[in-house]
């Protein structure tokens, strides 16, 4: 089983958890505790996790964040989420094969009570934005809930292995995500007044403005004087030929599988889309191990940060920009995937296709605001914020800060003194959420004495870390906005390397003249495990773009406690190349190479609704038959009336629209229903699903009556 399991990351620890046996199919497999039914699966091999009733696709994970229903499996002889299930000890797991039938449930037990708890502010989310406004309503006395739909607090910042952007004073920029949450988190619980409840789905929002959760399988109803949404994104879909195989999913699910569970969930991985969302995991998989054979972007240039998209340049990576994705190929789950180069009007360039071997294509196409919640709220008249990336698509740093002027706001709503928000927090805020700066041309100083950093950055993106944490005063930046882009000045570098050590985007090597003027040695940061590099081993170092300079040798590997995991590499290099290196290639070009012949997809099966499996064609013949209601689109196909509640398709038929010349608003949308997330009818009733409950969950209870009079 360890083939499918990460078992060396240079930045988590890989520690040994109990293990313990469940059933697939009739067929003894082994798990770790604490995994979901989709984890264990995936370290066994296994991604087809069943097929739909409709036409027999198989299917597998997409999201694995329980936005969607692709991954639901039969466990104990009911149909669950395996993404959000956690797997049990001699659980009997079975493929959904057509309809779930559901079991006799014997006599139906007397309802139960249903918990009641009113609070000042409700929080749904926590993350990096909810986080960060408890911690100021904590410290304003603000009796608050916070709810969290998974085990442990932080959001996507557990998913995070790297260093953050932003300013060290106000987002931790230089701090590994991983880090960052557990520094909230340990904020979040000094309060005694802030009240966690994790395992904890925020299920509507209703019109005598309470808001109803299912806290560990039982319902709940929450009562807020006010409300704050900070439940972040969904990542957005794509359609084209063999969408929903097994081996097509989201970023997310990527990141859930590799850097939360540790589990390998692919040899060869596709990335679709080049903003910081997929430049970033693809980075994460060559730390897993995972072989990058490509990634493509529709737009000339990559939308992410330039950091970003050039550090995975330098580690082997090709970028195929102007290129769209035409197909995911094979039969059962992923064989490979055929891409092609797109003209002005966006239309492939016959000719241009090519197939890459993988077993995943990773779809990185954009965010949209979780916000149902929040238009809820507006429409039943609870006073209601938002944060975070439920309020604007932005960076983590920005959703932090923007959580920390949301609890300030609350606040002082409520009645605390608190003050105004300064000016300057509301600057800060739109500077870290500002997109990235045009791109300059890398400037090489012309000094070949000493020692000094070459700040390999060339495009302005909110990010000041270097200049924080050099001692000698001297990176600077011009003016105080901290997009600016850092300079080198004065000739006071004493070679401590820390700024070399804290970039986020990897972008500064440290050239040192001191000791042989025709060879210097270069510090290179490098981010891989210490068995992959040693003294003495030739590497090939590559410019800024990943054009290769040469092959060189290491003279020195360390690992300084002030690189937080990182490693800083020293090669000898000559004169000639010395400033301009600024990466070690990981990845040999081999890995990246096309198949002689592209593949071509016969069958037309562009899904636009997974749950319902309702394809392209079907819903663009009604779009040119005139239809320009959701809802008829909906009754017509069945598309959005699925498990997931057009939570992934309502995107894709918008636009469906705007593809056919269709102005969006002259198109009704479709009438969403009450409860954002499916839940069991019983839970309503007050029936728990759960087993007896544990001593500790007693002692929870008990706690939970006494503070808040549940």
Known sequence: MSEFRVV?????????RPEFAFTWRGQTMHAREGETIASALFANGVRVFGHHHKDGAPQGIFCANGQCAQCTVVADGLPVKSCMTLVRAGMKV????????????????????IDT???????????????????ELGKAGVR???????????????????????????????????DIATKLEEQVRQYENVQVWLNTTALAVFSDRKVGVLRQGRYAVVRPHVLLVATGAREKSLVFRGNTLPGVYGAGAFQTLVNRDLV????????????????????????????????????PECGGYKVHRDKLARLGVPIYTSHTVLSANGEEE??????????????PIAGTEKTFACDTVLVAVGLAPVDEFTRKAREFGLPVYAAGDAEEIAEASAAMFTGRIRGLEIAKALGRDVGEVPPEYRRTAEILKSRPGAVVTEDVPQIEEGVFPMLHCAQEIPCNPCTSVCPQNCIVMEGEDIRALPEYVGEGCIGCEQCVAICPGLAITLVDYRREQEYPTVTIPY??????????????????????????EVIKVQAPRFANHALLVQVRAPREIAKRIAGIRVQELAVAEPLAQH??????????????????????????????DMNHIKAATRAGMGACGAKTCTELIKRLFREEGVPLQEVTSNVLRPLFVEVKLGAFAGVSGEEEPTAEAVITRAKDVHEWGV
């Open 599 to 628: 593949v071509e997809r016969m069958a037309d099966d562009e899904i636009v609704c997974r749950c319902e499996r309702v394809t392209a064609g079907e819903i663009r013949a009604l779009i040119r038959s005139g239809v320009r």
């Open 334 to 347: 992923v064989e490979s995937v055929t891409i092609a180069q797109i003209d002005e009007q966006w239309h």
């Open 117 to 135: 708890v009113e609070v000042e502010c409700l929080i749904i989310g926590g993350g990096p934005a909810g986080l960060a406004a408890a911690i």
């Open 527 to 552: 981010e891989f495990p210490p068995e992959t590099i040693h003294k003495g081993d030739e590497v090939t170092v590559l410019d800024t773009e990943g054009g290769v300079l040469g092959n060189v």
């Open 144 to 178: 608050t809930l916070v709810v969290d739909d998974k085990h442990r607090l932080g959001g996507k910042l557990v998913l995070q292995t790297h260093k953050f952007f932003g300013s060290v004073d106000a987002c931790y920029a230089g701090t590994r995500g991983t």
């Open 94 to 113: 079975e493929p959904l094969e057509g309809k779930p039938v559901l079991p006799d449930v014997g006599e139906v037990p007397a309802m139960g009570e």
């Open 264 to 299: 390998r969930p692919t040899e060869r991985l596709f990335i679709v889309g080049g903003g910081n969302v997929g430049l970033i995991a693809g980075y994460h998989a060559l730390q897993a191990g995972i072989e990058v054979v490509g990634l493509c972007e529709a737009l």
């Open 8 to 16: 060396n990351h240079p930045i988590l620890p890989v520690e040994e």
